[in-house]
Every structure is written in C-alpha cells, then in structure tokens.
C-alpha cells in the first residue's frame, strides 16, 4: 500500500523532473544550436506530462491526455532523424509506420479530450487505453532499434544515447501497461518507480545534449523490411486484444469460431512463409514494387555478388570452381536456382560440366555464340518461344533450349569487347518479366564476372608455364646424370686396352656396365616420349606390321592382344607412329591389372585407318577428359607427369590425323588414332 507521504514524495519528484525536462527544452530553444524543433517540442511535452502528473496522478484524464502528446513529440524527433538527409520528399516505406503509430496515439488523444472540450464528465476506458498505448509503445521501441541499427558505424555513437534514454522511457511504460492490462488493475508499484526510469532517461538526453548535434541516419532496406515486420505482429497483437474487449464471454459460439479462425488463420500464414518459398519470393517482390523507388539494393547486392565471386575455394574442388561461383553469382540476383555456363575454348562455345548434366553439352553453340558478339543483349527465351523476338535471336537459340521451359534468360558475359561465354539461368520460383533495372545490374554483373574467368585462365595459363619451367629443371638434372654416365662408359672403354686381360677388372668392368645399364634405363623410362619427333615427310606406311614390331616390345612388361587382319596403309610416319603406341599403350598398361591384356585393334571406317587401344582399367569422368586429360602435366598418377596424352595428341596431328579418347568410370578407356588410307607403296611406286 502507497501512503499518503510517501505518494507526496512521489508527487513531488515529478514535479522535480518536470521542471528539469522544460529547464532543458528552454535552454535548447535559447541556445539556438542546430538542434531539431522535433527534438524541443517532445522535451516540452515531456516536461509538462509530468508535471500533469504530480499535479493530478498518473493515471488521471488530464496526465494520460499529456502522455499522448508525449508520445507523439518523440515519434516526431524519431521521424525527423530517421529522415534526415533524405534527397527525396517522398514518403518513404518506413515512413508509412510513423504514419500510423502517429495517428492511432493521436486518435486516442483526440478521444480522451473530446468529452471535455464538449462539457461533458470525462469516461476512461481503460482496456482501449492499455491496448493502444501497447501498440504504439511496442511500435516506438522497433522504430527505435531500426533507427540505431540503420545508422553508419561512425554515427551510432551520436545517436546511441537518446536511443537509450527512449529505450527506458518506452520499454519501462510498456511493462506498466502490458502488467495493468492483464492483471485487469493498475500496476501501483511499477507508477510508484516510474520516477527512476524517467530520471535516467533525463540522464541519458542531457550528456547527449552536451556533445556535438547527432548526425542525420538514414534507415537501411533491411532495417525497413525488419521494421514492417514488427509492425504486422504488433498489428496482429493488437487486433487479438481488440478482440478479447469487443467478443462476448468464452462460452459463447461466435466467441469460439473467431478464436477457431484466428487461430488457424496464423498457423496457415506462419507454415507459408516458413516452407513455401514462392511465396516469400513473391512477397519481396510485391514489397519492393510497392514501398521502395528501387527494385534493388544496389550496395547490398553488388556485396553479396563480390562475396560469392571471392568465396574461398573448397579444398576438394577441381579447377572449374570458378565457373560455380560465376553461376552462383549472377543466378542469386535474380532469385533463380541453377544456371549453366556456357564458355569459348579453342574449338568454339562448349557447356561445362556443371551444364553437362542438363543436355546442354551436345548442343551447337555456335550461332547463338555469333548473335550474341554482334547484338550483346539479354535474351528472355519465353520471348523466343511466343514468337515476339527478333527472328534473327529466335533463328539463333538451339531448338533443345527453346523447348526445355526451366531455361529462362541468356546472360552474355564480355570481357573487353570479345565473347568469353554465355549464362543460361533457369527460372525463378517466381516467375516474372525482366526490367530495366534487371537488365542493367545483370549487364555491370556479367562484365564483372567475365573478368574474373579471364583472370583466372591466366593464372592457370601462368600455374602451367610455371610447371613446364619445372620440368625443364628437372630435365636438366638428368642430363647431368646422362654426363656423368658418358664419362664413366668413356674411362671404362679406355682402361679396357690396357687392363683387359687382368680377371678382377673384368669382374669390376662387368659390374660397372650392369650397373650404368640400370641407370641407363631408369633414365630412359623418364624421357620415354618425352621429345618432339621432328616428322620431315609423310609416306604411305603399313600398320600392322608397326603394331606387331611395338607389341614385342610391349610384351616383355605386360600381356598385349592384337586384333585384325590384313594390310591397313596409312598415311603417316613410321617412327612417329610406334613412339605414339608406345605412349597410349603404357597408359592403359598403367592403368590395367596384371591378368588383364591390352587389346590393340586395327579397322577401316571410310577413307580413314583407326588404330584402337583399350584397356579394362578404372576409366575416367567427363570433366577429366574435357578440361584434363589432354592438358599437359595434369596426371591421375601418382608422380606422372601428364605429358603422354598431350605429346600423343600433337604427334597424331603433325601426322594429318586425330587422336579420340572413349571412357567410364569402372569399365576402362578406349583411344582411338585417326591416319588418312594410303594405296600400298608398291602401288604408289608403280602409278
């Protein structure tokens, strides 16, 4: 129980605070500093709602009319500083909330006041009070929190200290309000203690006030889309409470449908907000359009792009990472799931792996490759496929693309003025036409990210030069093996004339050749293959009889089978040819068990003679054998250094053929030497 000297003391600390708050709000508006109308005029109101309490209670007419104005002076200051700065007059979409948190304190003022303006005895009601001081408090304090979060990291000093004094002020009367609101009576104690938080929100305020005027802050996106929030659940709290006043007792029919129905109603959105993605995808966009000037947020999107574009590179990951997180990049902007990069190599546009999986990679890209360096434009495929777009573009997309509709849009990515490669991004959840500001984000992004896949074909282009400089290291550690080994043969031959007769230095000389034998064929297992054989002439030459001479040699490590019969006449060199064998065929017996053979065949397909090697080894994977196999130094073995592949590939085109490679994974590889048929050379002599 409050008695009556201690409700005088009370009484009288109001009037203290009351006095201190219009002291402060005066000295302001003499001073003539740059501070805010706003800002004094809620200091005023303040001051005086105080001494409205100390004068007629806390809780009478005349202090709950004040409390009102009170409010209303700070949600003006909050307004002010959170518009400060802004080029625009427009009402911006935080500021709709002001609006109406504004107008539903002023609608509650109004009321209060109009039974005395009229002459009438005043009536409180209590439940509408409590429930619409809830909802305006609750509101302040998230217009509060948004205000701070959205101000710079430079400006939250300024601000920090009115955002707490409110934070006291506001947040202490909500818990006043919320405890008297459900306890059905006032909550004395907490109107006995308002003093405190009041006292250090004068505290707070004053040491504000005595350094430099706060900067102005402008509300970020996110910090407008948390406040909305905020603000549908303080609404929804708010109609709850409305409801608990206007419906009649719990047994009562009408009075369980709604709560039924409300009930319902919030399970259903809050389980289509949390699992359907659609919906949240349509939500943005319905926000965006109707409450932001921009669709995009520019700072925002352009870091979350860089983010992803330098995202650290998985330690498992190939060398085509960078075409994921191009994809990844430019496919987040739109809110699509997938895309496929489609890039330029020497042979033209080819799918990568990523886009092999979805039919792409056996499409023929060069048209679309074309329009696209001569138009340099977005392509919407639905465009295309109802006719409305230039024929030349319908002309140029590959009908498989057309007819798959989760392909959506075409990004051409230009680095300088040159094609490098092209994004097909699937279809968004939300499907929608693009605008200009798509169009332009989308152009800036794709410009950005054809940079980054040049940069990084040059660091790979330079990662390759570096190894080959290794090699040549290396190689020069070989020939001084080599040298060294010549120099030791040439002593040996020259002390053979004079102590060839002596049996100990037979026995030594024997030892020393196997030896420089052994090192001699170290070596030379090395350096297998490893040189350019310079081909001075074609000339008809008959494989097989090459095939049979190579399969001698290959027998002595490993099981070799050859098949087909007859005379095959090819166009080529012989040496060239057996040192191709030589190095295809000890990849696949590398790669084959020890009790399974090397099957060498030998077939005519047209005008060409195809040699075949095969092996029943583990195989290997598409990207491999697209992006890896014939690229030298890029080896699956442990040690290897990749140049059998490559070299193999050069020498069957110095030679006017192809070199083709067939795999799976499991179920082994199959090259395959493409050489141009040649008539016998008996008959070339005679014609």
């Not at 109308?37 to 001051?47: D, K, P």
């Amino acid at each position: 129980m409050l008695t009556p000297s201690l409700v005088a003391w009370i009484n009288t600390i109001f009037l203290i605070l009351s006095g201190l708050f219009l002291l402060l709000a005066g000295a302001l508006l003499l001073a003539r500093r740059a501070m805010p109308l706003a800002l004094v005029a809620a200091l005023g109101m303040t001051g005086v709602w105080l001494g409205f309490v100390a004068l007629f209670g806390q809780f009478s007419f005349a202090a709950l009319v004040m409390e009102s104005g009170r409010n209303l002076g700070w949600l003006w200051f909050l307004a002010h500083v959170a518009g400060a700065g802004s080029p625009s007059r427009r009402l911006s979409p935080i500021g709709w909330i002001y609006v109406g948190l504004t107008s539903v304190q002023a609608l509650l003022m109004v009321l209060l006041a109009l039974p005395a303006v009229m002459g009438l005895k005043p009536v409180i009601m209590w439940v509408q009070v409590e429930s619409i001081m809830m909802l305006v408090l609750a509101g302040g304090l998230v217009l509060l929190h948004n205000v701070h979060a959205a101000g710079h990291r430079d400006r939250t000093h300024d601000i920090g200290l009115p955002v707490i004094a409110l934070g006291l002020l506001w947040g202490y009367d909500l818990n006043l309000y919320a405890i008297s609101y459900f306890g059905n009576a006032p909550a004395m104690l907490l109107a006995a203690l308002r003093p405190l938080p009041v006292g250090l929100a004068l505290g707070a305020l004053t040491l504000a006030l005595l350094r430099p005027a706060t900067q102005p802050v402008r509300l970020s996106r996110p910090a407008a889309l948390r406040s909305i929030g905020a603000t549908v659940v303080a609404a929804w709290l708010a109609l709850l409470a409305l409801l608990s006043v206007l419906l009649p007792g719990s047994g009562h029919f009408y009075t369980a449908t709604a709560q039924g129905g409300l009930l319902l109603t919030g399970a259903g959105v809050g389980m289509l907000i949390l699992l359907s993605r659609r919906f949240r995808a349509y939500a943005q966009v319905w926000i965006a359009k109707h409450f932001f000037a921009h669709r995009y947020d520019y700072r925002a999107e352009w870091m979350r792009f860089s983010a992803t574009l330098h995202a650290p590179i998985a330690a498992n990951a190939d060398g085509q990472d960078i075409d994921g997180r191009v994809v990844r990049a430019l496919s987040d902007i739109v809110g699509s799931p997938a895309g496929h990069l489609i890039g330029r190599n020497a042979d033209g546009f080819v799918a990568s792996p990523s886009a092999c999986t979805s039919g792409l990679r056996t499409l023929d890209w060069a048209m679309l490759g074309q329009y696209l360096s001569r138009e340099v434009r977005i392509i919407q495929i639905d465009e295309a496929r109802a006719g409305t777009a230039p024929p030349r573009e319908i002309a140029a997309i590959p009908d498989a693309l057309l007819a798959a509709r989760d392909h959506w849009i075409i990004v051409p990515l230009l680095h300088g003025e040159q094609l490098d490669a092209m994004l097909i991004i699937d279809r968004p959840p939300l499907d929608r036409v693009l605008d200009w500001e798509d169009f332009d984000l989308l152009r800036a992004a794709a410009r950005q990210a054809a940079l980054h896949l040049a940069e990084a074909r040059s660091s790979s282009a330079l990662a390759e030069s570096a190894r080959f400089e290794e090699f040549h290291r290396r190689f020069a550690f070989v020939m001084h093996d080599v040298k060294n080994l010549a120099s030791q043969m040439a002593l040996l031959s020259r002390n053979a004339e004079r102590h060839g007769q002596n049996p100990a230095f037979r026995e030594d000389m024997v030892a020393t050749l196997k030896l420089s034998a052994e090192r001699l064929g170290q070596l030379t297992d090395k350096l297998r293959g490893q040189g350019r054989v310079q081909i001075d002439a074609l000339h008809p030459v008959e494989l097989g009889a090459l095939v049979a001479r190579a399969a001698l040699t290959l027998q002595l490590r490993h099981a070799v089978e050859i098949h087909g019969a007859g005379e095959f006449w090819a166009v080529g060199d012989g040496a060239t040819i057996e040192q191709l064998i030589a190095l295809i065929a000890q990849n696949a017996i590398d790669a084959s068990g020890a009790d399974a053979p090397v099957q060498i065949e030998l077939r005519r397909s047209d005008t060409h003679i195809c040699l075949d090697i095969k092996d029943s080894g583990c195989g290997m994977s598409e990207a491999f054998m697209q992006h890896e196999l014939f690229r030298p130094f890029s080896s699956t073995k442990a040690g290897g250094f990749g140049i059998g592949a490559f070299q193999a590939r050069q020498l069957a085109e110095a030679m006017g053929g192809t070199l083709n490679v067939a795999s799976n994974e499991g179920a082994g590889t199959i090259f395959t030497l493409h050489l141009k048929a040649a008539a016998p050379a008996s008959e070339s002599a005679a014609a």
